[in-house]
Structure formats: structure tokens, C-alpha cells
């Protein structure tokens, strides 16, 4: 059972372009919502993160959308550039089950053309 | 340190081998994840600790797996008998203790083949 749905799987978008990575969840009780980037060979970066508390947040080029609703959150890159090229994955956590565990979708490779 | 650091960086076992991996989290963070990264990048969450003491260790197959965060030592992920199915990348994460901030702060992983 995936918890968390990503789409789409890859994504080429222009230089300038905007890009847009989608997600969806089932388990209403998630309720923190990170974006992490990862370039080849290297760990997770935290990019980005909301709560169900507020629909969008912004930093930079960066903003996620959050409709609790439709139980779904999405990541838009604005202006992108060829450094944003990397594989995106958003995730989610139960903080409230104690546990505090990513619960990962399973990516979008971004790449931005010159 | 400012950040998670793991080692080895690459390791290579052949099958039916031990495979220890380790983790130092960021100093003050006072809880570390572990997470397995297979081919199509799929995330797996395998156990996390708080201090020395496991919080969660849902994700881990306990026959073969098992963890460590001892005070004052790197923590480790051990694997006995490794198969060919668990080469994958393990990455450790580590975060500031509960009512703070949930941002998990990712180390460079390490590569596992089992041959």
C-alpha cells in the first residue's frame, strides 16, 4: 500500500520554465509535509515544508501548495534553472503516532534543458 | 558536527558476509533514522532511535538486521548474512528532539553491493 503518490515519474521542462511535481496521500493523519532534492550519489536535501495549517509557503524559487481537502500537496519550481535538474521526492510524517518517520513517494526526475 | 556523517562510503560484501555500516548524527540532534534506498529509488524506512534507545524499529528485518546508538560512538547499522537484495544505498538521517522542528538532515549514504 503506497501511502504517499507521486506523479509524475520524470518531468523535462526548459530553462525558465516552471516545474510542477505532484502528491497525493491516504493517511489523514499525517501532518507535516517536507520536499527533499537529491542529486546523483548524494543524500536527501531538504528543500521545503508545510503544515496543514496554511495552503501554500513559500521561499525563493520554491512553493508548495496545500489542499487538506483533497488530501493532496505540490511542489512548483519557478524560473527553473539546469542546477535544479535532480530527482525530487516529497514526503510525509505522522508526528502524532510518535514515530516521526518519512514516509517517502517514490520521486520525480527533474530535468531543466538549457 | 553541522552535518550527518556515514561511512564507509562504498561496501562491498559477498553473499552470506557481515556488512556494518555507521552513522554520527548532527551534534544536539538526539534522534537518527535509517533508510534503505533501493534501485528506482525507493525510500524504506528501517528503524529510528532516540539517544541510545530504539523508538521505532517497524521497518526492520529482524533476522538479519540490527541497529546501534551507543553514547559517545557513531551509531551502526549491522547486517549478518547479507543477500543479494539488500544492495542498496542506506542513508542515516538525524533530527532535534521532539516539539521541535521535524526536519530530517540526511547523511551521504552508504553504497552496499552484495555480490
Keep these: 500500500q503506497q501511502q504517499v503518490k507521486q506523479s509524475p515519474q520524470s518531468l ?31 543524500g536527501p536535501a531538504l528543500l521545503i515544508a508545510i503544515r496543514p495549517d496554511v495552503s501554500e509557503k513559500k521561499e525563493g524559487r520554491f512553493t508548495i501548495s496545500f489542499n487538506k481537502s483533497a488530501k493532496q500537496f505540490s511542489l512548483h519550481i519557478m524560473d527553473s534553472q539546469p542546477g535544479d535538474s535532480a530527482t525530487y521526492f516529497c514526503a510525509a510524517v505522522n508526528s502524532g503516532g510518535s514515530n516521526y518517520k518519512l514516509t517517502f513517494g517514490k520521486g520525480t526526475l527533474l530535468t531543466v534543458n538549457p | 558536527g553541522e552535518e550527518v556523517a556515514q561511512t564507509p562510503k562504498h561496501l562491498v560484501r559477498g553473499e552470506g558476509q557481515k556488512a556494518k555500516l555507521y552513522c554520527a548524527p548532527i551534534k544536539g540532534h538526539s534522534y537518527v533514522f535509517w533508510y534503505q534506498q533501493v534501485l528506482k529509488n525507493e525510500f524504506k524506512f528501517l528503524i529510528s532511535f532516540q539517544n541510545e534507545n530504539v523508538f521505532d524499529e517497524t521497518g526492520m528485518p529482524k533476522e538479519r538486521f540490527s541497529a546501534k546508538c551507543l553514547p559517545n560512538s557513531p551509531c551502526s547499522l549491522e547486517i549478518q548474512a547479507t543477500k543479494l537484495e539488500d544492495s542498496a544505498v542506506y542513508f542515516c538521517a538525524s533530527s532535534q528532539p521532539a516539539g521541535a522542528s521535524h526536519e530530517q538532515y540526511f547523511g551521504p549514504g552508504t553504497r552496499l553491493t552484495v555480490t
Excluded: H
Excluded at chain 1, 33 to 41: A, D, K
Design chain 1, 12 to 42: 523535462i521542462v526548459q530553462k525558465g520554465g516552471i516545474s510542477i511535481i505532484n502528491c497525493a496521500y491516504e493517511n489523514t493523519a499525517f501532518d507535516y509535509f517536507p520536499w527533499y532534492q537529491q542529486f546523483p550519489g548524494k
